[in-house]
């Protein structure tokens, strides 16, 4: 079984895939193989500003998923993200309860949208 320590956000990931922060990447290199994952909800995030008929978008996003495991977002992940405080039209909150489920750190450009989320440790990994 795989010892995931961190859930990334999509706003780092869309930071990996467009190469615009070389902290983040270094970070990234840093991890060991399996430490790393996301949500289904941050890859469905990501996945919406692919350009389908982009072949080297496309490529960029497969080869960065190949390495950042999607997980899926399961009921333990549902049941946390309705202890949390609410907040209409936000991806965090679920992005939140899916980290929060799996006792995972949650690395992100927005730390400010996860600071009413009791809990959660969150890193940004685009500052040096």
Not at 26 to 33: K, L, M, Y
Not at 72 to 78: E, S
Request: aromatic share 10%; hydrophobic share 45%.
């Amino acid at each position: 079984m795989t010892d995931f320590k961190y859930l990334l956000d999509s706003n780092i990931l869309v930071y990996l895939l467009d190469g615009v922060s070389p902290e983040a990447r270094d970070r990234v290199e840093a991890c060991a193989i399996g430490e790393l994952a996301t949500s289904a909800i941050a890859y469905a995030e990501v996945m919406w500003k692919v350009n389908p008929d982009d072949p080297r978008q496309q490529a960029r996003a497969k080869a960065l998923f190949d390495l950042i495991q999607v997980l899926p977002f399961d009921a333990a992940a549902g049941e946390t993200y309705r202890t949390l405080p609410f907040e209409r039209h936000r991806f965090d909150h679920l992005i939140a309860a899916h980290a929060l489920s799996r006792n995972l750190v949650m690395v992100t450009r927005n730390t400010r949208h996860f600071r009413a989320v009791p809990s959660l440790r969150v890193e940004d990994w685009t500052v040096a």
